[in-house]
């Protein structure tokens, strides 16, 4: 990838940088930013993995987690698999973990539901990569708003994030 690609160079169009593009910026990773027009609505990570014609194992969504205690967890999986919540709470060394709610992702990550990106939340939180990502050269994860993704490696995006690997899909 190179860097000169990361911005897709229209001049027609100037694309908003979100805080999760402007810390990968910063540090100095090269990415590609990929957008997706999506004005007649909301559509899933797997129906644009597909209409980017991306495999959408290769494509990841950021899901964040609570404990019992308050505690945050995010968890990045591909696309077109199911978090296992069992699997996440065992890797974060927890009892139990339940999906955080949508009306809650806001105020906690920065984020909207459809837009969570792993990089750039308010603050860090454990992290977890399924570790079927190792899989691929580079992963695509959001880019911190609904319709825009960013192509990275996966070593960057570990060294970012501060995430780990592991086994937490169905």
Do not use: W
């Amino acid at each position: 990838m190179k860097r000169s690609e990361k911005m897709g160079k229209k001049k027609d169009k100037k694309i908003e940088k979100t805080n999760a593009v402007r810390m990968v910026e910063a540090a100095g990773v090269d990415y590609v930013m990929r957008t997706q027009d999506l004005s007649d609505g909301f559509t899933s990570g797997l129906e644009i993995a597909k209409m980017q014609g991306q495999d959408p194992a290769q494509v990841f969504k950021t899901l964040v987690t609570e404990s019992s205690k308050g505690e945050h967890f995010v968890c990045v999986i591909p696309v077109d698999r199911e978090l296992e919540l069992k699997k996440a709470a065992k890797h974060f060394g927890v009892k139990k973990l339940d999906m955080m709610l949508s009306r809650k992702l806001l105020e906690t990550t920065g984020y909207i539901h459809g837009g969570c990106s792993p990089v750039g939340m308010k603050k860090p939180f454990p992290t977890v990569i399924d570790s079927s990502a190792e899989n691929f050269e580079t992963i695509m994860v959001s880019g911190g708003r609904v319709g825009l993704q960013m192509e990275l490696k996966l070593k960057d995006l570990l060294e970012i994030t501060g995430a780990s690997l592991g086994d937490v899909t169905k």
